[in-house]
């Protein structure tokens, strides 16, 4: 059974820094792209971020540009997302996921609350 479990959400302040991991279990990702989406209140679940599998490229929606980077360890099966400068418009549940063919596997989400 394929898990991906999102963790290290939680509340900061604008302009703050927060790490969000997502660990894979039952398959390895290795070589296979994963990445970042989120959905914020009343609004459609948005790309965030995406890795390829040997990590050597990125790709970002341009709102987060500059702000994020994505990461990807895959000797621990495990992709990051660090957010630095964050502002309250990137509040929002984030879900991470990872390709295997023509698969999409998703994470349980973890929220982000940025301040004002």
């Known amino acids: 059974q394929v898990q991906l479990v999102g963790s290290g959400g939680g509340l900061v302040q604008a302009g703050g820094s927060l790490r969000l991991s997502c660990a894979a279990s039952?398959?390895?990702?290795?070589?296979?792209?994963m990445g970042w989406f989120r959905q914020a209140p009343g609004k459609e679940r948005e790309f965030v971020a995406g890795?390829?599998?040997?990590?050597?490229?990125?790709w970002y929606t341009d709102s987060v540009k500059g702000r994020f980077t994505i990461s990807r360890d895959n000797s621990k099966n495990t992709v990051y997302l660090q957010m630095d400068s964050v502002k309250p418009e990137d509040t929002a549940v984030y879900y991470c996921y990872g390709d295997q063919e023509s698969t999409r596997y998703w994470g349980q989400g973890t929220q982000v609350t940025v301040s004002s």
């Open positions: 890795i390829s599998g040997s990590g050597a490229y990125t």
């Open positions: 039952g398959r390895t990702f290795n070589g296979y792209a």
